[in-house]
């Protein structure tokens, strides 16, 4: 997988637990332009230990001079945010993957409805350059807990105006979503990035008003959980790798020296599945890429997130 | 018809059932076998959301809007031409909201003039429910000089914009609403195989 080498030009500290950080690239030449909703891998060196996280580019998608992603810190988390906050300074160099949309704007839809909780705003900060720059018919409606934690609102607010709505938690703004989806004119598509609670609600509420599957788009990264260590044995490659609490099998496989497949690394997009020879536990799952008829069926499993409770795991790689 | 040939983009199409999930419902049925199929939907367990009834039919054609006039709750609208069926359509898209179901009942010609009415608000042929009613009856659009000849019965049509005949393929296009035709008698001019009705 081709990487571009980057280092940090700037970072700011937008609200108590998100930094924005300024990548550059390090042979001084154009970044490549990307489409609104684009996600990037970054690579992190943790004490020797590589991890990889995908983060949402939220610059504008035709400035090719520098790429911008914001972090949230996640105490309980593997450390990879941890480490953009506290590690990463200005003049640091990092790898990053090319940009990859799976929250791609539907260029048909008549009307697009975004809606943002929390961190959930960064794939939305590119997408409405876009939309403004199409000149297309859009409302982004914001929800987060607190006034201190909306970032960038002033910003979007300026940009973009009335087509900014917010719902501020701890002033009792409340986003009702199935009255929000249950107004909205035919042909409007919607997509909602925010914690996995909020995104299940909103397509519960878009399905149960009859809204087609193909308008409602949504993006959820999942971070790797920890777990138990367990080995896997690859089968083509003939090695056995032993996956250890705090790492994916991807990663864990990846330490070993295997080149496995990989795109989103947050059981988005699929790119990593590998099919399943055995077991003698339980696989656990955490994607969202697979349907719950797959999961139960037991002969795949997206290694990146998803992780075996059992003494030996065998796949097909 | 071939035994175990089909082409991938002849439609398929099948009787109406009612979408429990929904935020309204829009039927528009045409001719006495469409205002059949609508009876045949409302003998069906009916659904929350308010309900809006289009229904075509031409003096003369055997008339089901008293008996829809009893079963329908909300909205029936019945209009005595095509024209006038299309038009009540584009009044009533445009307060429309996401989430309304979409059911046709009757020709090809008439479910894909909704079709085309209805992609301009954003609305995909897929998602409209769809049966067929009434008649096989194909539109037929010509490859050589473009014309569309609606109402064709038989396996070859004489073309309504160049006067060649064509042989009415199954090849189906959702943007054109109609079947391919080609010039049939192209290689051997005036060798035209028997012509049979087989669109009835």
Known sequence: MSHINVKVAAIEQVTALIKHFTFVREDGQAFPVFSGGSHVVVSMNINGRIQRNAYSLMGNPEETESYHISVRRQEKSRGGSVHMHDVLKVG?????TYPVNLFALEKRAHKHLLIAGGIGITPFMSQIKDLERNKANYELHYAYRAPE????????KANIGNKLVTYVQSEGGELN???????????????VCGPGPMVVAMIEAARSLGWPEN???????TAPPTGEAFKVKLTKTKIEVTVPPEMSMLEAMEAAGVDAPYLCRGGA????ELEVICTDGNLLHHDNYLSDAEKAAGKKIMPCVSRAKCDLLEVVL | MERGYWIRSKPVYSALVWQQQANAHLVLVEGSAGGLAAM??????????SITVIYEIEAGDADYTSALKKVVPDDLQVLSSHDAAMKALEAYLPKALM????YVAGSEKFMWDIAQVVQQYGVEDADIAKELTGTLARSVYCVHCKAITHNAHTNIQVCAGCGKNLFVRDHFSRRLGA???LMVDAEDPGQIPEIEEIYP
């Open chain 1, 92 to 96: 640091d160099s990092l790898q990053i």
């Open chain 1, 177 to 191: 979503l199935r009255a929000l989806l249950s107004k909205q004119p035919l042909g409007t598509h919607v997509y």
């Open chain 2, 179 to 181: 079947y391919m035709g």
């Open chain 2, 40 to 49: 045949k939907l409302f003998q069906q367990m009916l659904p929350q959301q």
């Open chain 1, 269 to 272: 997009c699929g790119r990593c």
């Open chain 1, 215 to 221: 308008h409602i788009h949504s993006e959820q990264f």
């Open chain 2, 99 to 102: 989430g309304l179901r979409i």
């Open chain 1, 149 to 156: 934690h909306g970032a960038f609102s002033k910003e979007i």
